[in-house]
T-cell receptor, first 111, second 111 residues
């Protein structure tokens, strides 16, 4: 069974630029999550999708972050414009029930 | 707000001995608890979980204990092996939503 795929693995941008991350969940997993993990902290949930509907986006900074999952499969997370404090690893996960399966993450560095 | 806390940032144990990782939570609505293991440059991988209706769950060398009255859970690894060296995250959710993670404990198992 293929795992959660994410791309790119690494991205370096300057502040005020835009960036997008892509995630392909495990086949058949209806729930998809995006997390932000800042160095030294645990993952923080940004948004949770059930199929293509948003279940929870209470911690998503909506003035600069957006996410979509149009066909209920792949998802993209966008930051526009980026700030220095957005430097982190962005993790995508998917689940059938409780256990979430994570991708390798995208390490974003904002300079 | 830190609803899930791992107060020990690091733990060092001799190979063959027991490793005990601790986690405290504040939200009494949490009904499902999980432990994840993370190696460098990889996403977290699911290790073991427990429902709030149980107080113990065992899977091979890994056992999770839940003390609801104290809002405390722990992960026991017996015997510890060098390959167990990783960062361990405690996580909790309520109604399968809004998963909250602790900051992680870095376990080092010395040969």
């Amino acid at each position: 069974e293929a795992g959660v795929a994410q791309s790119p693995r690494y991205k370096i941008i300057e502040k005020r630029q835009s960036v997008a991350f892509w995630c392909n969940p495990i086949s058949g997993h209806a729930t998809l999550y995006w997390y932000q993990q800042i160095l030294g902290q645990g993952p923080k949930l940004l948004i949770q999708f059930q199929n293509n509907g948003v279940v929870d986006d209470s911690q998503l900074p909506k003035d600069r972050f957006s996410a979509e999952r149009l066909k209920g499969v792949d998802s993209t997370l966008k930051i526009q414009p980026a700030k220095l404090e957005d430097s982190a690893v962005y993790l995508c996960a998917s689940s059938l029930v409780y256990e979430q399966y994570f991708g390798p993450g995208t390490r974003l560095t904002v300079t | 707000d830190q609803q899930v806390k791992q107060n020990s940032p690091s733990l060092s144990v001799q190979e063959g001995r027991i490793s005990i990782l601790n986690c405290d939570y504040t939200n009494s609505m949490f009904d499902y608890f999980l432990w994840y293991k993370k190696y460098p440059a990889e996403g977290p991988t699911f290790l073991i979980s427990i429902s709030s209706i149980k107080d113990k769950n065992e899977d091979g060398r890994f056992t999770v204990f839940l003390n609801k009255s104290a809002k405390h859970l722990s992960l026991h690894i017996v015997p510890s092996q060098p390959g167990d060296s990783a960062v361990y995250f405690c996580a909790a959710s309520a109604n399968n939503n809004d998963m909250r993670f602790g900051a992680g404990t870095r376990l080092t198992v010395k040969p």
